[in-house]
């Protein structure tokens, strides 16, 4: 079953623009990743932020875990037409070696 | 480095045939993934490894098998396709980080399968 619920699940904006995603989660996670994807690629990492953190920078992304709500968002600043794709949020939970994706939010930044 | 590389990129089967798909990496990582993505869905895990003759299931594992016989390859095999087998299957490796932690993923292209 899928651990993370992107929301929204389509999301359009303009150049300059900034986007949030949300992601929702069940159960307890170690960390909590995001993952981008353009249309017939694969996925490519973004950035990770573990349980005992709150936010993280980079570049021009932001990301917020709050585990009391079980809940990450990802924040695009100054979104630029080459941000088009989708992105997933993934939870590494326990011990165990498996990340479960969410369904993912497809972005469309129009130029 | 070519990272992660997947063989073939695109197949049509018929049902009842088999397959083997083929991920390699150059990365030395010591974790392999298989996951399979379908519309509207999330990626699905369907076996992984986490070392040279060591596999374990995933999410999503019946109806495929795997073998890790060298580090750098990770084989999954389709003994009798289904249509509900369609999709695109991804590989990914790691390289494990401090326990309990884990590591980012590392993605091959793709391969995209339709069995008819």
């Known amino acids: 079953s899928q651990q993370g619920e992107e929301d929204p699940q389509a999301l359009s904006i303009q150049e300059g623009e900034n986007a949030t995603m949300n992601c929702s989660y069940k159960t307890s996670i170690n960390n909590l990743q995001w993952y981008r994807q353009n249309s017939g690629r694969g996925l490519v990492h973004l950035i990770l932020i573990r349980s005992n953190e709150r936010e993280k920078h980079s570049g021009r992304l932001r990301v917020t875990l709050d585990t009391s709500k079980k809940s990450s968002s990802l924040l695009i600043t100054a979104s630029r037409a080459a941000d088009t794709a989708s992105y997933f949020c993934?939870?590494?939970?326990?011990?165990?070696?498996?990340?479960?994706f969410g369904a993912g939010t497809r972005l469309t930044v129009k130029p | 480095n070519a990272g992660v590389t997947q063989t073939p990129k695109f197949r049509v089967l018929k049902t009842g045939q088999s397959m083997t798909l083929l991920c390699a990496q150059d990365?030395?990582?010591?974790?392999m993934y298989w996951y399979r993505q379908d519309p509207g869905m999330g990626l699905r895990l369907i076996h992984y490894?986490?070392?040279?003759?060591?596999?374990a299931k995933g999410e999503v594992p019946d109806g495929y098998n795997v073998s890790r016989l060298k580090k750098q390859n990770f084989l999954l095999g389709l003994e009798s396709a289904a249509p509900s087998q369609t999709s695109v299957y991804f590989c990914a490796s790691s390289y494990p980080g401090p326990p309990p932690w884990g590591e980012t993923q590392y993605f091959g292209p793709g391969t995209r399968l339709l069995v008819l």
């Open positions: 990365m030395n990582h010591e974790y």
């Open positions: 993934a939870t590494q939970r326990g011990n165990n070696n498996d990340m479960r």
């Open positions: 490894s986490v070392g040279e003759g060591t596999t």
